[in-house]
């Protein structure tokens, strides 16, 4: 029987997570809490009821369905989460604009939807990357979904923090062709304080599995937190030191996922951040380049 997992999205014809044209599978689920976090949605690890404010009618459905726990405010409906039946709300939604985010599925189910674009991944030399939400969290639906795509023939990538013991994580991603391993800075105390975590186990995962897999390193550039010219130098000279031979994308700081967070009923604190300039960011890509690294400065 194949292993069962919950995810909360999957989106075709990706370009930026990994080689060629890409299906991206979102696992829910993730141990670390960044105040920058473009899917906040992925962070619990069961499913939750998202309000899509723009797409509610004001019609009252899902407060007769509830019965209680939902009300009508000023602005929208008023929910109070721990006491609203989600799946009942939801179904009573002529709009969608309540919706359960995260899904149950098993391995068997998926496998199909992923393979739908296999003459695309063909022609592009693209394939699947699992992300999330971290897909090593639940490390035998990550595995069994790497090892079915790799006995297919389709390229395999996993995007991870890297934030889980070595034993469960090595086994988890040890099948895939790529790993896209995010760094998201080096000084522990502005790790801790802007993703929850200190970077000890990350740091202590990057240098075992850098002799033994394919990785490219991916680098939230958030200001105010890691987009430093310190940083970037403490970065390369620690990829150095690690015989890190892959590449490094640089990925500017966007509030694109903000809108997210008030359908969670969640604050977003980087509100008013602005992006890094085209000239910071070049900067900071030669503190790599003048190493010897390939960098990416990924563009939204």
């Known amino acids: 029987m194949s292993e069962t997992g919950i995810i909360f999205n999957t989106q075709r014809f990706s370009l930026h997570d990994g080689p060629g044209t890409r299906t991206v599978l979102f696992f829910k689920g993730c141990p670390l809490n960044c105040l920058w976090c473009s899917?906040?949605?992925?962070?619990?690890?069961?499913?939750?009821?998202?309000?899509?404010?723009?797409?509610?009618?004001?019609?009252?459905?899902?407060?007769?369905?509830?019965?209680?726990?939902?009300?009508?405010?000023?602005?929208?409906?008023?929910?109070?989460?721990?006491?609203?039946?989600?799946?009942?709300?939801?179904?009573?939604?002529?709009?969608?604009?309540?919706?359960?985010?995260?899904?149950?599925?098993?391995?068997?189910?998926?496998?199909?939807?992923?393979?739908?674009?296999?003459?695309?991944?063909?022609?592009?030399?693209?394939?699947?990357?699992?992300?999330?939400?971290?897909?090593?969290?639940?490390?035998?639906?990550?595995?069994?979904?790497?090892?079915?795509?790799?006995?297919?023939?389709?390229?395999?990538?996993?995007?991870?923090?890297?934030?889980?013991?070595?034993?469960?994580?090595?086994?988890?991603?040890?099948?895939?062709?790529?790993?896209?391993?995010?760094?998201?800075?080096?000084?522990?105390?502005?790790?801790?304080?802007?993703?929850?975590v200190d970077n000890e186990l990350i740091m202590e995962n990057f240098l075992k599995l850098v002799p033994l897999k394919t990785i490219h390193a991916r680098i939230p550039v958030i200001p105010g937190y890691n987009a430093t010219d310190e940083n970037f130098k403490q970065t390369a000279a620690f990829m150095l030191n690690s015989g890190f031979k892959g590449e490094v994308h640089l990925l500017p700081y966007h509030s694109y996922g903000s809108g997210k967070y008030t359908a969670l009923q969640q604050d977003y604190e980087l509100t008013g951040t602005e992006p890094p300039s085209e000239q910071q960011l070049e900067s900071w890509a030669y503190s790599f380049e003048i190493e010897g690294l390939k960098v990416k400065i990924h563009k939204h």
């Open 39 to 196: 899917n906040p949605e992925s962070q619990n690890s069961e499913s939750e009821l998202m309000y899509h404010r723009n797409k509610c009618i004001l019609c009252g459905s899902c407060i007769r369905a509830a019965g209680t726990g939902i009300e009508m405010g000023p602005d929208g409906i008023v929910l109070d989460r721990s006491r609203v039946d989600a799946a009942k709300v939801s179904a009573a939604c002529p709009t969608r604009a309540l919706e359960i985010v995260g899904q149950k599925t098993r391995v068997d189910e998926i496998i199909p939807i992923l393979m739908r674009d296999i003459p695309y991944f063909r022609r592009s030399r693209g394939g699947v990357t699992l992300s999330g939400g971290e897909p090593t969290m639940q490390a035998g639906f990550c595995r069994e979904i790497l090892q079915r795509l790799r006995e297919l023939g389709v390229h395999t990538a996993v995007e991870t923090c890297a934030h889980r013991n070595w034993e469960p994580f090595y086994r988890a991603v040890e099948p895939a062709d790529l790993i896209l391993f995010d760094l998201k800075g080096i000084d522990p105390s502005m790790h801790k304080q802007a993703i929850g």
